[in-house]
């Protein structure tokens, strides 16, 4: 049997390749270039411009259509059918460019007309759920394991595609997820969301066939091509709810057994957050806003991927922002947009880079900057010199401490001369999960911990007051309704502040390691991010199991 299947595929295949040859053959003839359909991308929404009867009856494919740019794929270019849809297209202000295909591409591409739209106007990019059907969703779908079941009812009853895809989002809404994760295997299809940061197995039997209907939905919203599965295509759309929109950025990437996706959650409430709200103790709140209120120099905040520097940023913004100061963004991308604050994205196939961008910002006359990401010399000397010229710059940097921001600058280029006049504080933070406030429980303390506990709290500088830490309590995490069963309920910052002074300016001018200047900054009185983390945990709003998972081993 499997001979006869080998042997049934291999004759197929020389069928289709003599169709192309032939193809290629009329595209000389005719002086027209020839292209393999099967293989190239088809614009759903230029597909729909030709009915599919038409474009069947005449043998031809509008496969892409931009700005009155036409390509148009076609079985013979000769035929009077065809000169006169051409024609037409011309005489509606479209330039039309013609390829010359095989009838087995022609017919690869009309299998597309099942996505196109009998509307155009349809097609918006956006999901629109009803408030009452969002509401009943939310209900429901409270923990995991409800989406869990919710799956298991579906893939019973035969539910539609798209009913399955707003399971999915009012469940990821529910529960709070800020990513949504689908990870094909060899049978079957797995369902991911991050909560909080970690990501928690949903539901692992989500059938090829279904899960190929679901990518397709996903491309049609997301603006991407259907027929592209081996390379990595990125766009978004948005979820329509009744009090906001939610933006979803899509990511898909190839991989062994089908297509991967991940879609990023922006809502816009995430970072409505206030400088409060982020974590700061308070003797590092009266710094930031002892610095938020100079008029130059640059504010760095530093940390890994998904870190939370972001949201920091956006908070000291929306904290200055007043009528009188004009601020500028340069980001890549931009996630959120901010009121009062004209934010630009960088577009590297234009030429408007980081750096580029930067210096055209300086000539609108801002009074403070924000620049995304300090990836290159040119960017952060720009940057270092806007500190310099009467601008206060924010900006982010990928090192793990906040000791090691100057280290990483000299490794770039840029000059140690002008690193420490330019720096007003650098930040490095990390988001540890929250305790759920509502079922969070007291943990009895062991006599060496508390010991260990008392001992860290006598060293800590005179800056922070001790009394507030003279009786210890743990807590731990137990899970109810509120935080989906999971024991934590959102997310908090760690962090530590490493001030410019006299002493740090000096030995920064002579390119020292950032150990020593970790050293330096901790006989300052800085409070490291480790450190942060212990007395967010004797405070009741998190655990050692998160500190130890965010920072290392807890080093006493």
């Avoid at 499997?2 to 049934?8: L, V």
Wanted: with cysteine; charged share 30%; hydrophobic share 40%.
């Amino acid at each position: 049997m499997f001979m006869i299947n080998n042997i049934k595929e291999k004759l197929a295949q020389m069928r289709r390749g003599a169709e192309e040859r032939a193809a290629q053959r009329r595209a000389q003839k005719s002086n027209y270039e020839y292209i393999n359909l099967t293989i190239s991308p088809v614009n759903i929404k230029a597909l729909g411009l030709i009915a599919e009867e038409t474009a069947k009856k005449i043998k031809v494919a509008a496969i892409e259509a931009k700005k009155k740019k036409m390509a148009l794929a076609v079985f013979d270019p000769n035929t009077l059918e065809t000169k006169k849809i051409i024609k037409d297209f011309e005489s509606k202000g479209y330039q039309v460019s013609i390829f010359v295909v095989s009838l087995i591409g022609l017919k690869y591409a009309w299998s597309f007309y099942k996505f196109v739209f009998k509307k155009s106007t349809q097609i918006t990019g956006k999901v629109e759920i009803e408030e009452e059907k969002l509401a009943k969703l939310k209900e429901v779908l409270t923990s995991l394991e409800s989406i869990k079941i919710s799956f298991e009812k579906a893939d019973k009853e035969g539910i539609k595609t798209a009913e399955i895809f707003e399971v999915i989002l009012a469940g990821a809404l529910a529960n709070r997820a800020s990513d949504i994760h689908f990870e094909p295997g060899e049978e079957q299809v797995k369902l991911r969301l991050r909560i909080d940061g970690l990501l928690h197995d949903v539901f692992s039997k989500f059938k090829k066939h279904d899960y190929l209907y679901l990518v397709s939905r996903i491309k049609l919203l997301s603006r991407l091509k259907l027929n592209i599965h081996n390379e990595p295509q990125d766009g978004r759309f948005t979820i329509a709810l009744p009090d906001k929109d939610i933006e979803i950025r899509t990511s898909i990437l190839p991989s062994e057994y089908g297509e991967t996706i991940v879609l990023r959650i922006l809502d816009p409430e995430s970072i409505q957050v206030g400088l409060k709200e982020l974590g700061f103790r308070s003797d590092d709140l009266e710094i930031i806003e002892k610095e938020l209120g100079r008029p130059n120099g640059m504010i760095l905040n530093t940390g890994p991927t998904g870190s939370g520097k972001t949201t920091t940023l956006y908070a000291f913004l929306k904290h200055t922002q007043k009528s009188e100061i004009k601020t500028i963004t340069i980001e890549d991308p931009i996630e959120y947009h901010l009121e009062g604050v004209e934010q630009t994205q960088v577009d590297p196939e234009t030429g408007y880079t980081f750096a580029g961008g930067l210096r055209s910002i300086l000539r609108q006359d801002p009074d403070m900057i924000l620049v995304g990401e300090i990836r290159d010399l040119e960017t952060a000397e720009i940057a270092m010199h806007a500190a310099l010229t009467g601008h206060l710059v924010f900006s982010t940097l990928h090192t793990n401490q906040a000791s090691g921001a100057v280290p990483r600058l000299i490794d770039i280029g840029v000059k140690p001369s002008i690193i420490a006049p330019a720096l007003n504080l650098i930040i490095a933070q990390r988001l540890v999960r929250q305790l759920c406030q509502d079922c969070k429980i007291s943990q009895k303390v062991d006599k060496e911990l508390e010991k260990k506990i008392k001992r860290f709290i006598e060293k800590l500088p005179d800056k922070i007051d001790k009394n507030k830490y003279k009786e210890i309590k743990i807590f731990q995490s137990k899970g109810c309704d509120k935080c989906s069963d999971l024991g934590y309920k959102g997310r908090i910052g760690i962090f530590e502040f490493l001030l410019m002074d006299k002493e740090l300016e000096k030995i920064i001018a002579q390119e020292v390691v950032g150990s020593e200047i970790k050293k330096i900054a901790v006989a300052s009185g800085m409070i490291t991010i480790q450190q942060d983390g212990i007395l967010k945990v004797v405070s009741g709003l998190t655990t050692f199991e998160e500190i130890k998972r965010t920072t290392g081993l807890i080093e006493w």
